[in-house]
T-cell receptor
Framework: GAVVSQHPSWVICKSGTSVKIECRSLDFQATTMFWYRQFPKQSLMLMATSNEGSKATYEQGVEKDKFLINHASLTLSTLTVTSAHPEDSSFYIC??????????FGPGTRLTVT | GEDVEQSLFLSVREGDSSVINCTYTDSSSTYLYWYKQEPGAGLQLLTYIFSNMDMKQDQRLTVLLNKKDKHLSLRIADTQTGDSAIYFCAERGNQGGKLIFGQGTELSVKP
């Protein structure tokens, strides 16, 4: 399966600042990547579908101006949480899609906003 | 709409078999998946099954699919303490390859 990395693995930031999270597909050219967030003891919530070279498709209820996604190459997608607030504290996970629509996930990024 | 349901908890003794169940609503699902998540980590793909199959076995893992009842199960033979984790089933939705996840089943293995 595909190998996916995320950076950073955890980050603490002050309220009002912006944070960028990187998702890299290390051995696979990914035209599509997905971004999820996960709250403790809960399932994954799909935030957006990141498409290489075009605009991301956001799920209903996800603010596209707050969660900026850039998929500039076949191996890198970034999620920027702008003007972060404590309620944005969460576990953010990205994934890439394989040939049978299976998804390979990154290790996740723990964001804490103080 | 599409929905995937799982029971939230399962507790077994080491060496026993574990069976984690999942039901889904989208009869057009082509692929169904099982993922494992350990604390603080991403999701690890364990196995998947194509909708025209009834069963798939991979070492200690057996997946059973009852398409008529829209029921999927994951059996772990000889469960070990290292199998303690949250297990998610997922189906491929009908929109652009998105996966629809269940709530996750927390498996606790007691020595």
């Amino acid at each position: 399966g595909a190998v996916v990395s995320q950076h950073p693995s955890w980050v603490i930031c002050k309220s009002g600042t912006s944070v960028k999270i990187e998702c890299r597909s290390l051995d696979f050219q990914a035209t599509t990547m997905f971004w999820y967030r996960q709250f403790p003891k809960q399932s994954l919530m799909l935030m957006a579908t990141s498409n290489e070279g075009s605009k991301a498709t956001y799920e209903q209820g996800v603010e596209k101006d707050k969660f900026l996604i850039n998929h500039a190459s076949l191996t890198l997608s970034t999620l920027t949480v702008t003007s972060a607030h404590p309620e944005d504290s969460s576990f953010y996970i990205c994934s890439v899609t394989g040939q049978r629509y299976e998804q390979y996930f990154g290790p996740g990024t723990r964001l804490t906003v103080t | 709409g599409e929905d995937v349901e799982q029971s939230l908890f399962l507790s077994v003794r080491e060496g026993d078999s574990s069976v984690i169940n999942c039901t889904y609503t989208d009869s057009s699902s082509t692929y169904l998946y099982w993922y494992k998540q350990e604390p603080g980590a991403g999701l690890q793909l364990l196995t998947y099954i194509f909708s025209n199959m009834d069963m798939k076995q991979d070492q200690r893992l057996t997946v059973l699919l009852n398409k008529k009842d829209k029921h999927l199960s994951l059996r772990i033979a000889d469960t070990q303490t290292g199998d303690s984790a949250i297990y998610f089933c997922a189906e491929r939705g009908n929109q652009g390859g998105k996966l629809i996840f269940g709530q996750g089943t927390e498996l606790s293995v007691k020595p």
